[in-house]
């Protein structure tokens, strides 16, 4: 925790020649340290940066790897950022997987604040959608999704419509998030992402897969007025035919809290008596909880809405 001492030790070694790339890697990392604790000015700082810059050029590909990770993971300028997301660009038509996979993933995390130095990589990241190596894919489907602008939204949504069926669940997820993250950056297109969210609920996938999609869909109708109508009913289709109890119920709460809102309440309300009529007592419960908000909000809505209450009085399960 001496960082005085640290310092010198970067400072002599940096001088020096280190011969293993291990060791170059460590030195990588301690000088990346003191660069972002230092406090002195900037010409202080610059000959330990100038070293992470010469090690771009080592001939180990584990060093370069490092100090481009390390770069990138900096407060630098975009002057600065370029050679390190070049030599990453490189990376990303290596022969060896391992490598492919590091660059990828360090250009996902760089997209995340930075989409606009990434661009220049997406024709060779468009290329790796199709790599064998799933987990490769994924990574440079979701990085395009972050650096991609509107006019390539739906060219983008065309593609992964038949890359999800290829990968588990896990990288599903990952996918759903990148989706959402770009329709709440261009909520125009929130009609093609939608759709693509509804069916990707329709299809076989497990309860955190689905909740994803359930969550993504709540949120966007959050963010963009003019999807909540269709988000709606995307998700009143997909509790028609939900086998998870905790869903269903979670997307009842929020149609009763959002439906009688909309322009026209009572398309909703088959979807959720259907419920009372189907579903085992959770469900049955919060949808006689969520008829009873559509009678107490919509006025005209009232009459119907007592006679379905009335009927559930006969209901086998107490609650």
Known sequence: NDRLAVSKLVSSLTRGSVRSPLAQCLLIRYTSQVIRESSN???GDRPFFDYLESCLRHKAE???LEAARKITEMDVTSRELAPAITVLQLFLSSSKPVLRFAAV???NKVAITRPLAVTNCNVDLESLMSDQN???????ITTLLKTGNESSVDRLMKQITSFMSDISDEFKIVVIEAIRSLCLKFPLKYRSMMIFLSNSLREEGGFEYK????????????????A??????HLCEFIEDCEFTYLSSQILHFLGNEGPRTSDPSRYIRYIYNRVILENPTVRASAVSTLAKFGALVD?????????????LFDTDDE
Do not use: H, N, Y
């Open 41 to 43: 000015t900037q010409s």
């Open 211 to 226: 909740k994803a999609i359930v969550d993504s869909i709540v949120t966007l109708i959050g963010a963009i007025p003019d």
């Open 134 to 140: 799933r987990s490769i894919a994924t990574l440079a």
């Open 62 to 64: 584990m060093v370069i």
């Open 300 to 312: 005209e809505l009232k009459p119907r809405i007592f006679v379905l209450l009335r009927r559930c």
């Open 228 to 233: 909540k109508e269709i988000g709606l009913l």
């Open 105 to 107: 993933r360090t250009l």
